[in-house]
């Protein structure tokens, strides 16, 4: 099976990232970093790291390329606990948005989603799923008891 890595272009700040997200996700292992320079002049160029068992890239490329909304890292939550811890912690110095997204301190989209949300969309009562989804459209971080009592009617 071929292994699919985002790859994310920094201007100047990878390495600040990388740290940053690696203390957002408890299950994170650093890889290799290419450096360049020398003495007081020594920066990454590029380096690895996983989150989650999920390989990552980044580079510091200059200010050619900025990240925006069309991509986005959907994480899927095992409780509300969860979504609320990551929440905090991908939007310090971020910016929220809605229905569970927001983008952090350095530009990329995230999308905090609970377990079991999706389920509640595709229930085969339509009348119960839009509910759920029409609660989901008013919420800037996702609450899954209230999409649940959106789900009950």
Request: with cysteine; proline share 5%.
């Amino acid at each position: 099976m071929p292994t699919i890595t985002p790859f994310l272009w920094f201007d100047s700040q990878a390495e600040e990232a990388i740290a940053f997200y690696r203390s957002v996700f408890a299950n994170s292992k650093g890889g290799p970093m290419q450096m360049i320079g020398d003495g007081a002049e020594r920066r990454m160029l590029s380096g690895s790291w996983e989150l989650e068992g999920q390989p990552f890239m980044a580079i510091n490329g200059g200010p050619h390329f900025q990240f925006t909304e069309a991509v986005s890292f959907m994480v899927t939550c095992a409780d509300q606990a969860e979504v609320d811890d990551l929440w905090e912690k991908l939007l310090d110095g971020g910016k929220a948005s809605r229905c569970g997204w927001l983008k952090d301190r350095f530009g990329l989209s995230w999308q905090i989603i609970p377990g079991g949300m999706f389920a509640l969309f595709n229930d085969p009562d339509r009348a119960a799923a839009k509910r759920a989804m029409d609660a989901m459209m008013g919420m800037v971080k996702l609450d899954l008891a209230e999409l649940q009592r959106a789900h009950a009617g």
